[in-house]
């Protein structure tokens, strides 16, 4: 049971809950989630920055997003689940491109700090190509999930444990985003 | 030196702001909505959370400019201080410092904030509204703290006078983006 009712609670995991607790603080934060993760005006594809979402959420601990943000990665990346697996257990030698390693390294240090970020990591990601507006993205989606991750949990919100019950998520998000995310739409009408 | 290139005459997060004004705009609703929304919790209160967290993550950009805000919405120095030293030597309520003590665990982590921590915060009379906004607050000053350290911005000096200009801005005219844009604070 998390820390404040919640509406329909069992219905609701994770942030979805949260979302039906406090509607009017879910609208910014699904319109920050649409457009750093969602806006088609990005060098970087949506299944990269999911995997970016869901590498954070994972050194988060945070079941709930890491599983959410997995399926959604999955499911843009046309993935079985293995290499959102790989980059997880061992992401430098993960099946993907070396930008992406200097990206997702750049992520794992601000999960830590922003001071974690070191001006070698960013020589590094800026050599292997990447510019200037992926660098900020990556700070912003590995901060905005250190945001995710801590709502959900610091609320003491329940998960799933089971994968299967996050195999619709993906399909989901790519289909319908967040910017328009109604929590109750997951609330089974009896 | 910022690890990517910002408007000079805008140190910390206000020049990210600036540079990515389409994210800015989710985040400066969100952090209006929470700091200057209508709430049980005083503005005041509501910048003293941001400040704990701000000062917690060794981010001194944020911690200057609330502790600047919460300062003047508070009327004295004193509290802020004693704040960063010792919560529970604060002269404010109980249910203030229990809310205070929630924000400085979920900066650690969410799955750092204890049934125990609630409990007590909900034994002094805080709301779950409250209880709910101070982990949200808490959790966008981890936000805010890694993307103004993360990108390496600038930190002006605390004795510049920056911090009060600043602490001004966000206490007379809230989160929201200068309708004139920020052109006049260029040097000239």
């Known amino acids: ?190 | 030196m910022p690890h990517i290139s910002l408007p000079e005459h805008l140190p910390g997060i206000t020049g990210l702001l600036e540079y990515s004004q389409e994210t800015a705009q989710p985040i400066r609703d969100l952090t209006q909505l929470l700091l200057r929304g209508d709430n049980t919790l005083s503005q005041g209160e509501r910048e003293l959370i941001a400040t704990i967290v701000s000062y917690r993550n060794g981010c001194v950009f944020c911690t200057n400019a609330h502790t600047a805000a919460t300062d003047l919405l508070l009327g004295e120095t004193e509290t802020c201080e004693i704040m960063k030293q010792d919560i529970d030597q604060m002269p404010v309520s109980d249910k203030l410092k229990a809310l205070l003590k929630i924000a400085s665990l979920v900066q650690i982590n969410g799955k750092a904030v204890t049934p125990e921590s609630v409990e007590l915060a909900k034994s002094f009379g805080a709301t779950d509204a409250e209880i709910h906004d101070t982990v949200l607050i808490a959790a966008l000053f981890c936000l805010y703290n890694r993307y103004v350290d993360g990108m390496a911005t600038f930190t002006p000096d605390p004795q510049s006078g920056f911090y009060q200009q600043l602490g001004e801005r966000i206490v007379n005219h809230g989160y929201q983006r200068l309708p004139q844009g920020y052109d006049h604070l260029k040097k000239s």
């Open chain 1, 1 to 190: 049971m998390a820390y404040i009712n919640i509406p329909s609670e069992e219905q609701l995991p994770g942030i979805r809950g949260l979302m039906a607790f406090s509607p009017e603080t879910a609208k910014p934060l699904n319109a920050l989630a649409e457009i750093l993760l969602r806006n088609p005006n990005n060098t970087l594809s949506q299944g990269e920055r999911e995997l970016i979402a869901t590498y954070v959420s994972y050194l988060n601990n945070c079941t709930f997003c890491q599983m959410v943000h997995g399926s959604a990665a999955q499911c843009y990346l046309e993935d079985d689940g293995s290499l959102i697996n790989q980059v997880k257990k061992d992401m430098l030698n993960a099946s993907i491109s070396d930008k992406m390693k200097s990206l997702l390294t750049i992520a794992g240090a601000i999960q830590k700090g922003g001071k974690n970020v070191t001006k070698e990591h960013i020589n590094s990601a800026k050599a292997l190509g990447a510019t200037d507006k992926e660098i900020h993205d990556t700070v912003l989606i590995a901060a905005a999930f250190c945001l995710f991750n801590r709502y959900v949990d610091g609320l003491g919100t329940w998960a799933p444990q089971e994968a299967s019950a996050y195999l619709d998520r993906g399909p989901r998000i790519r289909d319908e985003g967040y910017a328009n995310f109604d929590p109750m739409s997951y609330i089974q009408k009896s």
